[in-house]
């Protein structure tokens, strides 16, 4: 299975938050893989590299390595694609990373932007939060309690998390 790259929060992508935590390794442990547009990784990787940012070199890493692959959009797509960025005032590849996982099964998109998601919804497209990706790794017990508070709040400090929304998380951790 892979889970589905898109860019999404208002500055940050779950994959850069991930790869700025140091647990991208989260997505390949529950999904194998990721699939992101060219447009995703020029925003994320090309851009990144020009300003220095350090999370670029963990998702270069990765890309390396064969589990983050660069997923052509068709012809069709890339129309579909620009025609969604525009009105929806996405940033560029934000509705193309929905378009480059059409057809690849049932992972999700991961998408913490409201705007991305409606868009993934009138798109009949499963999406969940970055904060997914670690409770369903405790889920699984790929990571202890302990770790998925430390993730948690790890996150909480590179993308806006509502507290309710870490609460929540935590109660059903519980369950």
């Known amino acids: 299975m892979r889970a589905r790259g898109a860019a999404g929060g208002s500055d940050t992508s779950p994959i850069i938050a991930l790869a700025h935590i140091r647990r991208l390794e989260l997505v390949k442990t529950l999904y194998g893989s990721v699939l992101i ?11 990144g590299r020009a300003i220095g940012a350090r999370d670029v070199y963990e998702i270069e890493k990765r890309l390396q390595q064969g589990w983050i692959t660069v997923v052509p959009l068709g012809k069709n797509s890339e129309r579909e694609a620009t025609q969604l960025d525009g009105p929806c005032a996405y940033r560029p590849g934000r509705s193309g990373g929905y378009h480059a996982c059409e057809g690849e099964g049932r992972a ?55 507290p309710d ?4 998380i935590l109660r059903r951790a519980e369950g």
């Open 108 to 162: 999700p998109v991961i998408l913490d932007d409201a705007e991305a998601r409606a868009v993934a919804r009138s798109l009949d497209l499963e999406y969940m939060g970055t904060l997914m990706l670690p409770y369903q790794a405790f889920r699984r017990k790929i990571l202890s309690r302990e770790e998925l508070v430390e993730i948690l709040t790890s996150l909480s400090r590179v993308l806006w998390v509502s």
């Open 165 to 168: 929304v870490i609460a929540e």
């Open 37 to 47: 547009p060219p447009s995703v990784k020029t925003e994320w990787i090309d851009r």
